[in-house]
């Protein structure tokens, strides 16, 4: 009898300590020292999203460029917005999503652009033919010590880039979305246990989560299904430029059951089956992949 493909979890990927970095916003994931793993050589699909016809937000680096590989894996053509300046981490993501044979579309754009998320899905919808599922994961995370350091102007760029770019996106979205089409947000353990020095961020995560539980309320009598995914620590680019306070990167994720930050790469099969035929009778769900901290 074979041997079952057993795999320790507090041992896979990176689980030691980080080494410590910074970088310039916006920052790169190919900069990165122990770059993320997006599953750019370890996914593998078997056509789920076979013809659909993707936004996603974010998609240049960390989780939503691992969606962005999984969801061309799976076959799907691939919108990616990112913030200008990350063009080069954007540019290898249609890459791969070429590679696997689909159709890819950089979105350069700042999401505290009012103007910017109906753009995004216009541009979407004429180079696909069509628009059915989005991916909103885009987010602005600056860690301050105190309250009495967050600038109001971090505060308003938090909301505008992490939750309000939703509330534009899907209403531009609306009207090209057929029945059976899926709509994925990006909220966050934060949400649910906030740490001080990410009042805003924790901010967003908490009104991204009621967002997306109400909206699937909303949008349930059109067939289209709306979930959420609550990440823990994840090692992705976002930590790099002010994402954490100094000197606490090298222990990163390292509280957690499991002992160790997670990597984009086991965030994709979530994300593929929230999006998929699979998750038929899913909506107004937040799913954990945390480590194992508590979401409820």
Not at 12 to 27: N, R, V
Not at 150 to 167: G, R, T, W
Not at 209 to 220: D, E, I
């Amino acid at each position: 009898m074979a041997k079952p493909d057993l795999k320790d979890p507090r041992k896979l990927f990176h689980d030691w300590q980080f080494p410590k970095q910074e970088q310039e916003t916006p920052a790169l994931q190919d900069e990165m020292k122990v770059k993320p793993d997006c599953g750019e050589d370890s996914y593998v699909g078997s056509q789920k999203l076979f013809g659909r016809r993707v936004l996603i937000t974010g998609g240049d680096s960390g989780i939503g460029r691992a969606a962005a590989i999984a969801y061309a894996r799976e076959g799907a053509d691939v919108a990616i917005q990112y913030l200008p300046g990350e063009d080069e981490d954007a540019k290898e993501v249609a890459a791969l999503i070429e590679a696997a044979g689909q159709k890819s579309l950089l979105l350069p754009y700042d999401l505290r652009d009012e103007a910017a998320p109906a753009e995004m899905v216009e541009k979407t919808v004429v180079a696909f033919d069509g628009l059915d599922t989005l991916v909103l994961n885009a987010a602005q995370q600056i860690a301050q010590p105190n309250v009495a350091d967050l600038p109001l102007e971090q505060v308003k760029d938090s909301f505008m880039v992490n939750i309000i770019s939703m509330f534009a996106t899907v209403k531009a979205a609306l009207p090209h979305l057929p029945a059976g089409s899926a709509i994925v947000t990006t909220t966050s353990v934060q949400a649910y246990q906030p740490s001080p020095q990410l009042l805003d961020y924790a901010a967003t995560k908490a009104a991204i989560a009621n967002y997306t539980m109400n909206l699937a309320q909303s949008l349930a009598p059109k067939g289209i299904r709306v979930n959420g995914v609550a990440p823990g620590p994840i090692w992705t680019p976002l930590q790099l430029d002010g994402g954490q306070l100094p000197d606490a990167l090298p222990e990163f994720g390292q509280e957690a059951l499991l002992e160790r930050a997670g990597q984009p790469a086991e965030l994709a099969p979530v994300y593929v089956f929230l999006a998929s035929n699979d998750a038929s009778y899913v909506t107004a769900q937040i799913y954990g992949v945390t480590g194992g901290t508590l979401i409820n």
